[in-house]
């Protein structure tokens, strides 16, 4: 019974700081794909994924970036290099903290 209302005050903390972040975004008028990383990026600090989960958004934008390029969209293929940037941090933040949790085991 302990478990259940721990487990239901951390998820209700974590749908609360997902809320909190979708008004942050909304605050700072940003577009609605920046949210949508904003809060992929949270979600991931909440419950941690894969480092491997993270870099394949990341290796999408990059190659996407060349092919818009070709085809003469520059502006989108400049977004699509900043977002496969946001991944590829997201992807490296997992990655140190996967090699801190397997020092730590």
Known sequence: ???????????????????????????????????????????????PVSSRLVAVPALFFLVLTPILLIMKRDPQAEQMAIYAYYFLIMAVIMGIYEVRKEKAS
């Open 1 to 47: 019974m302990k478990l259940l209302k721990k487990l239901f005050k951390k998820k209700t903390l974590n749908v609360l700081i997902l809320c909190l972040s979708i008004g942050m975004g909304i605050y700072f008028d940003w577009k609605i794909m920046e949210i949508i990383i904003f809060l992929i990026f949270v979600s991931i600090i909440l419950r």
